[in-house]
């Protein structure tokens, strides 16, 4: 594809003059293609610097406008009890003060866009949960340590983070979201027996938000065969879809539907999804009715109900590919075999649990 069709292809697909096939071609393209990937970004980035230049603009003119309207002899008739000077100073220098005021007013817009008070990403939250500083007590004290069996009593961790992830082949690989281990010094998974093992993270990528984790603890003895597969297109508009995760202690199920294609702002990244998700939740899977894995949950808007993100399978599926096939760590094979499909929905959470894991994430001072 040369250069000026690229172009004129990324302007289609970010207006959204796309046919749904033709969309997910390049949704596809993309996800096949960092160069394209990033030249869509790149585009997007510059079509918002337009817009933000655009609305300042405008701003300005309307500034401007209203200190066309304004009478100064009428104003100095109106307060001709108050201090001769403050009419003076108006007099001499109203242009003066009127531009310092455009300028606060564009400094203090300025402030609330980086700080995202203007933004919707300010809204956004990633479903990482906290844990209680209280809850970490030493195992001699007579009450129940909440450090797993595994780990290391003399572990320096002053912060702990839990959220969930899961399984990716049966030897060990655990998929979860990048900001989920962000901060690890150390990561831990423990299954729904509540037994934990020691994992690496062995790939991360904080654009499309996708991790991959690997078992390395001796004490592991691997999996069975995975019971899902992993969708490699993209999934329509109402589709129903549910999750399993870890917002608590113990697992969660939880369902609802794709509601958009795209996440906050238009991100072809995520679906936005029904499905009610809270902090950790983020790193479960999201499946259809049939037990295939069609994302991430992540994220969700707290200023609007209802509103949540997950992270599409293809850009999971586009982080294995991207493993290096001379890694020290044998690239995960996925599984091709769904036994999930043709199951009643508690059926497929029983056999679904023993793949999905609560993530535990340390972290120093």
């Known amino acids: 594809m040369r250069d000026e069709q690229l172009l004129e292809a990324i ?17 596809q393209l ?26 300042r603009v405008e701003l300005e003119n309307r500034l401007n406008a209203i200190h066309n309207e304004i009478d100064v002899h009428s104003l100095t008739e109106e307060v001709t009890e108050r201090p001769g000077w ?10 003066k003060i009127s531009v310092a005021a455009s300028i606060a007013i564009f400094a203090i817009l300025g402030t609330l866009y980086v700080t995202g008070s203007l933004s919707n990403k300010s809204h956004y939250e990633e479903l990482i949960r906290k844990v209680n500083q209280m809850q970490y007590v030493q195992s001699h004290s007579g009450k129940v340590s909440t450090h797993p069996s595994s780990t290391p009593a003399s572990l320096p961790a002053t912060d702990r983070y839990r959220a969930t992830g899961f399984a990716l082949t049966s030897n060990g690989f655990i998929a979860t979201n990048y900001h989920v281990i962000d901060k690890a010094d150390s990561v831990y998974v423990q299954n729904v027996a509540g037994k934990s093992y020691k994992a690496k993270v062995i790939y991360s990528d904080p654009n499309s938000d996708v991790a991959i984790l690997k078992i390395t603890d001796t004490a592991f003895r691997g999996l069975g065969s995975i019971p899902y597969t992993f969708k490699k297109s993209e999934s329509d508009l109402a589709e129903s879809v549910f999750t399993y995760g870890y917002p608590q202690d113990a697992p969660h199920y939880d369902d609802g539907r794709i509601t958009s294609q795209s996440g906050l702002n238009g991100d072809s990244i995520d679906y936005q999804i029904s499905v009610p998700i809270n902090p950790g939740n983020s790193g479960g899977p999201l499946l259809d009715s049939h037990g295939n894995v069609v994302g991430i949950v992540k994220a969700r808007q707290t200023q609007l109900e209802g509103v949540h993100f997950a992270s599409k399978s293809t ?14 760590i044998k690239k995960p094979v996925l599984n091709t075999k769904n036994t999930l499909s043709g199951l009643t929905r508690p059926q497929q959470i029983k056999k679904l649990q023993n ?11």
């Open 11 to 27: 302007e289609r697909y970010l207006s959204g003059e796309m046919h749904p096939d033709e969309r997910k071609a390049f949704e």
């Open 30 to 55: 993309r996800t096949e293609n960092a160069e394209v990937d990033q030249r869509v970004n790149e585009h997007q980035q510059f079509i918002s610097l337009l817009k933000q230049y655009g609305e």
């Open 86 to 95: 403050i009419i003076q100073m108006w007099r001499d220098h109203h242009s």
């Open 315 to 328: 850009y999971l599926l586009a982080a294995i590919d991207s493993l290096s096939a001379d890694s020290a």
């Open 355 to 365: 793949y999905v894991f609560l993530v535990k994430v340390y972290a120093k001072n």
